[in-house]
């Protein structure tokens, strides 16, 4: 992630925005925020400080179910903006936003702006179309299809303390598969090199970006 304030580049984005009267109107001063592709931009462990349009590249917006399943909840390109919650409740995502490709947010803090952001009727007005949007979307869209390798690797990645699994059996339980399907596939991310074997039927992932989770201990 990187932070961008020149404002001619700003400037440039700002006025091609749907959204360019709204905020103009909210005079908050505005940067871009750039991420690479396969960055996290928003979940559950970063604090959402920021409200966000996107103005160029495209996101996966998703939630991980305890057996390590994902369930889609959108794509957002152009326009989607992210961060309506922490508006009125701190660390209100549960969700996993992340760059498909190169993205590049016009962005404004929340905190300290509160106050103009509350009183102005077009803004709350388009969080609200957002939100409704958001909800509508998610209860139309069917579970993700997912194969049981990447239910275990999303299974480590974001529901296990330092990406620890701890306990073929009951673990190949609760992701639905045979201990000894869960076996082959920790043989085969060793083979890779993804994860290494830290102990009797305990895995953990080589190198994570996420802070920690709840260790799986069965």
Known sequence: MKRIFEKERVDDLLSISPYRRILEDLDIPLFLVAYEAGEFIAAPWKPQALFQIV???????????????????????????LGEMALF???ATTVFAQAVTDVICLAFLI???????????????????????????????????????ERVWNYMQFKCENGILKGLEKTAFQLHCSERQLQRIM????????????????????????????????
Do not use: W
């Open 55 to 81: 103005c160029q590249g495209e996101i996966s917006i998703y939630y991980v179910r305890d057996d390590g399943s994902k369930y889609s909840l959108a794509q957002g390109s152009e326009a989607y903006c």
């Open 89 to 91: 409740e701190e660390d």
């Open 111 to 149: 905190a300290g702006n509160e106050e103009k952001l509350l009183a102005n009727n077009q803004f709350l007005l388009l969080i609200c179309k957002n939100i409704a949007g958001k909800l509508s979307a998610a209860m139309m869209r069917d579970a993700v299809s997912s194969s049981i390798s």
């Open 187 to 218: 043989n085969e991310f060793q083979s890779k090199g993804m994860i290494k074997k830290i102990g009797k039927g305990t895995y953990q992932i080589k190198t994570r970006e996420e802070p920690k989770k709840r260790e799986c201990r069965h």
